[in-house]
């Protein structure tokens, strides 16, 4: 009888410790290498992969939606200025060199869902990518990052 008020406590400790604040980045990579189909893969990996490939009629068209994809889920509610979503990136044909993609945020903004694309002919050249970072900047100041596990 006397374990019920622990137990009430410890109930209520988990339910406020498992309410944490959403994440303020969230990168989701997907890397295509071929145009085949790939039955074995995970459905929702297939649907995905259909429906980046919806459209292309020919191997040709096919072939220039080959490579990476990265979908970049941003939610920042301790500001409301501008800003931008940096996504650096090494691949292996390129050596040690960075490059850089920027997807801009509108003053006001606090959530939203940006997408960098290494497809075609930048993929077929640079090769696939080894390391990549994503950051989220406000203000002139870093609010949030992200990066791979070879990025340096």
Partial sequence: ???????????????LWSCGSPQTLDVRP???????????DDPMVRGERQRRFHGAIGVGEQGDRLGYTYTVLWNDDSSSDSGEIVFEF????TGSRVKKMVHQIATGETSGRAEFAILGDDYRKGGRVLAWRCSLVRGGREVASRHSYLWQ
Wanted: hydrophobic share 45%.
């Fill in 90 to 93: 090494q691949q292996g044909a």
């Fill in 30 to 40: 997907l890397h295509i290498r071929e145009v085949g189909k790939g039955d074995t």
């Fill in 1 to 15: 009888m006397k374990l019920w008020k622990p137990l009430a406590v410890m109930i209520s400790a988990l339910s």
